[in-house]
């Protein structure tokens, strides 16, 4: 991916209730696209990633990414947000030349009881 | 297996002084790369190493940053002249170049420096 624009800068949700964070990515051509979280004081863990094998994407602790190319979006979500959630999360692209990684401005998620 | 170590966690150091910052990479990962994450700034890309060289070093933001890795495996990341803008959290992440996806990278937990 050539950009990377995260649509929310903070997102707050009640336990429970569902999780929807927004990305829109601009490319040429087929992106490799990531999801990433980071907890406070923590690094930055793999959350899923998009390999064009399947444009539904499944990673860890419940979370699910759609690839829409005729959107150009990778919308992260979650059925029922836990309070372990609340961290900051970022959308990655690849393809900025010799491997390197394009981060979103990255969306901050609290979790409300 | 071990994943990406970096040290030391927290750095604080006064201005003008040099500071160098280490990076582990997991094994058998030839790719390495440095980023930094600031408030403002976001997390930007400084250097890409594969194996010993550097073939991308557009990220660095002055003369004053310099990085080096040795023996494809270890590598470190010098400030000189530390300055007040450079306050912020130092990322390594490595990843392999052959048989994956280079841009799957696994990123230590960072060196976090305040310069005072």
């Known amino acids: 991916a050539q950009s990377v624009t995260q649509l929310d800068s903070h997102v707050s949700v009640s336990e429970g209730t569902p999780v929807l964070l927004r990305c829109n ?16 004081n923590k690094g930055l863990q793999l959350l899923l990633k998009y390999t064009s094998a399947a444009t539904l994407v499944k990673g860890i602790n419940g979370f699910e990414a759609e690839f829409k190319k005729s959107e150009t979006s990778f919308h992260l979500t979650k059925p029922s947000a836990h309070m372990s959630d609340a961290a900051e999360y970022f959308c990655v692209g690849g393809g900025g030349g010799y491997n390197k990684l394009i981060f979103g401005a990255g969306t901050r998620l609290a979790v409300h009881p | 297996g071990a994943g990406v170590s970096q040290s030391p966690s927290n750095k604080v150091t006064e201005k003008g002084k040099d500071v160098e910052l280490r990076c582990d990479p997991i094994s058998g990962h030839t790719a390495l790369y440095w980023y930094r994450q600031s408030l403002g700034q976001g ?13 991308d070093k557009s990220g660095l933001p002055s003369d004053r940053f310099s990085a080096e890795r040795t023996g494809g495996s270890v590598s470190t990341l010098t ?35 305040t310069v005072t």
């Open chain 2, 43 to 55: 997390l930007e890309f400084l250097i890409y190493f594969q194996g010993n060289s550097a073939p």
């Open chain 2, 79 to 113: 400030i000189q002249r530390t300055q007040q803008e450079d306050s912020a959290v130092y990322l390594c992440a490595s990843s392999v170049t052959s048989g994956g996806d280079p841009y799957e990278q696994y990123f230590g937990p960072g060196t976090r420096l």
């Open chain 1, 25 to 40: 990515y601009s490319s040429s051509y087929s992106p490799s696209l990531f999801w990433y979280v980071q907890h406070p």
